[in-house]
């Protein structure tokens, strides 16, 4: 089963209000990354936090996580337009070796913003 | 950045034939690249991990056979879909890991159809 769980599965929103997403996950993990998916077009990386960070800043982007509860979430504000896309968090859960790296993506957030 | 290609960006084939893509690392040398997989509205799933110079390591239900994985250099890994069928038409995106780094990168991804 996959790791991260993601909610909500879709959110619909109007330009300038905030969008909040939230991953869960299972095991231990060494850190946390959300992705951002255009429609048919590959992944970008948003930001990473590792396990021993609580909160994150990047431009418009707060990331917070919670390892006691096993869960993070994302943060946009001000959001625009230009923001719609599909959000992944995905867990790094490996302890090395020739899995060290492996990444596993919740099922995502659609995000519509509408202008 | 660190910039990820794919090549090619689509792709339309007859069933029972064979289909190689292409990741490469544009700017930096990646010891390790990811193979995932993508249908519609789902998730991404990792298929195998491509280290440089040493046999691919699959996930479990990924058939090593029919997805033939190669990564001759530090900028290339190249995925083969051999005997491919209707039901391998999907979305496959690579991702190349900086050595020593955390963040993957990912590329444009690749859409195979299998007629």
């Known amino acids: 089963s996959q790791q991260g769980e993601e909610d909500p599965q879709a959110l619909s929103i109007q330009e300038g209000e905030n969008a909040t997403m939230n991953c869960s996950y299972k095991?231990?993990?060494?850190?946390l990354q959300w992705y951002r998916q255009n429609s048919g077009r590959g992944l970008v990386h948003l930001i990473l936090i590792r396990s021993n960070e609580r909160e994150k800043h990047s431009g418009r982007l707060r990331v917070t996580l919670d390892t006691s509860k096993k869960s993070s979430s994302l943060l946009i504000t001000a959001s625009r337009a230009a923001d719609t896309a599909s959000y992944f968090c995905?867990?790094?859960?490996?302890?090395?070796?020739?899995?060290?790296?492996?990444?596993?993506f919740g099922q995502g957030t659609i995000l519509t913003v509408h202008p | 950045g660190a910039v990820v290609s794919q090549h090619p960006s689509w792709v339309i084939c007859k069933s029972g034939t064979s289909v190689k893509i292409e990741c490469r690392s544009l700017d930096f040398q990646a010891t390790t690249m990811f193979w995932y997989r993508q249908f519609p509205k789902q998730s991404l799933m990792l298929m195998a991990t491509s280290n440089e110079g040493s046999k691919a390591t699959y996930e479990q239900g990924v058939e090593k056979d029919k997805f033939l994985i190669n990564h001759a250099s530090l900028t290339l890994s190249t995925l083969t879909v051999t005997s491919a069928h209707p039901e391998d038409s999907s979305f496959y995106i690579c991702s190349a890991r900086l050595v020593n780094g955390d963040t993957q990168y990912f590329g444009p991804g690749t859409r195979l159809t299998v007629l």
């Open positions: 095991t231990s993990i060494n850190n």
């Open positions: 995905a867990t790094d859960a490996s302890g090395g070796g020739t899995s060290y790296g492996k990444l596993t």
